[in-house]
């Protein structure tokens, strides 16, 4: 007498939570046998509310079934069952409105949650997760010409003319666009952060996120904005990164820096114009914090520093894919200049 496979049915939502739990108490490391970093946990916060959310508004009953060995019967309903969840997960967020980019880091995500019952829970849960596809879009990178680099450093007549929240948010700026941390280090930095070799003033970060060591050799400029700082605990004024955005863009307004220029994304692999809530996006409308480590990072590499002093100052592995997003956009610039140069002399 044949007998049917023995299968077991857990609840996802709980083991995603143990998931959780377990990567932020450091029960579960990385390959390299480090801890993850707090913005990783709060990525996989973020996913075990947004699967609870769509388990509650759309009645799909989020299951795993445990199986050593499926009948094939069992393997097509099995297959069905979790095609039918990509579908109708990505569906609920597709619906908020967000990118491709949003959608697919909630989908790798989730693969890893898999791969965790798989290999570390030793939990017979087969291979339909690995058919999960990840969507992905080139953004395009929204940065600060030189020109508007030097125009927020030395343009005192557009400083005096800020309400004093934005001109302290123009000195977070201008410091961020000149060190390249990411806006998390860059509000964690105090004076411990400063050290003096012969005279100069050196800026020692060690990345919350990436673990690597960065050290860059300050500007006068940027030790001008720190001294106007001295009695804070932060080396810099910092408020939240909703607020800073606000006032970049506000900053950037002001500046006159509303020319529209072009930028899509991508929805289910297809291409569309971003519009702000008035019409087209504009330059102003487009920037972020991010765009401060963007702007220095493309700066040194368009200046002719080399990629691996750059890397070194921006904390990227060797072979970074998203490193080398910054060394395209940089050569692309450079050819257009010398284009432009080699034009005039024919005429």
């Keep these: 007498m ?24 450091g029960k579960r490391l990385k390959r390299d046998g480090s801890v993850f970093s707090s913005g990783t946990i709060e990525s996989y916060s973020i996913v075990l509310k947004e699967l609870s959310a769509f388990q509650s508004e759309t009645g799909f009953y989020l299951r795993i079934r445990v199986s050593n060995k499926l009948s094939s019967r069992q393997l097509a309903v099995e297959k069905r069952y979790w095609e039918r969840f ?38 017979a849960i087969g291979e339909f997760y690995r058919n999960f596809y990840i969507r992905s879009e080139k953004v395009p990178i929204i940065v600060f010409t030189q020109e508007q680099l030097k125009f927020l450093i030395s343009d005192n007549l557009f400083t005096e003319s800020l309400p004093a929240h934005l001109r302290q948010a123009k000195d977070v700026l ?22 003096k070799v012969h005279g100069h003033t050196y800026l020692k970060v060690r990345s919350v996120k990436t673990k690597t060591e960065t050290v860059v050799k300050l500007p006068d400029y940027a030790l001008e ?26 900053i950037c307004q002001l500046a006159g820096w509303t020319h529209v220029i072009g930028k899509s994304r991508s929805r289910k692999g297809r291409s569309r114009a971003v519009k702000a809530k008035q019409g087209p996006a504009r330059f102003c409308d487009l920037v972020t914090t991010h765009t401060m480590r963007k702007t220095a990072i493309t700066t040194l ?14 904390g990227h592995a060797i072979g970074s894919k998203e ?14 200049e010398t284009d432009l140069a080699f034009r005039q002399l024919r005429n």
């Design 2 to 25: 044949n007998r049917q496979p023995k299968t077991a049915e857990i609840e996802l939502i709980p083991l995603f939570m143990e998931f959780v739990s377990a990567s932020k108490s």
């Design 323 to 336: 490193f080398y997003k910054y060394v395209h956009f940089s050569q692309h610039y450079i050819d257009t």
């Design 225 to 250: 904005i720190l001294a106007k700082y001295k009695g804070l605990k932060t080396l810099l004024p910092m408020v939240s990164k909703g607020r800073m955005n606000k006032n970049i863009k506000e």
């Design 86 to 123: 990509y579908r109708k997960y990505t569906d609920h967020l597709y619906a908020k409105g967000v990118y491709d980019n949003y959608v697919g880091s909630h989908i790798k995500i989730i693969k890893t949650f898999f791969s965790y019952l798989k290999h570390e829970k030793l939990l």
């Design 174 to 195: 201008v410091f961020g666009s000149t060190v390249g941390l990411r806006y998390s280090d860059l509000s964690r930095l105090t004076r411990t952060n400063l050290e």
């Design 301 to 314: 590499l368009i200046l002719g520093v080399p990629e691996q002093v750059v890397r070194k100052i921006s």
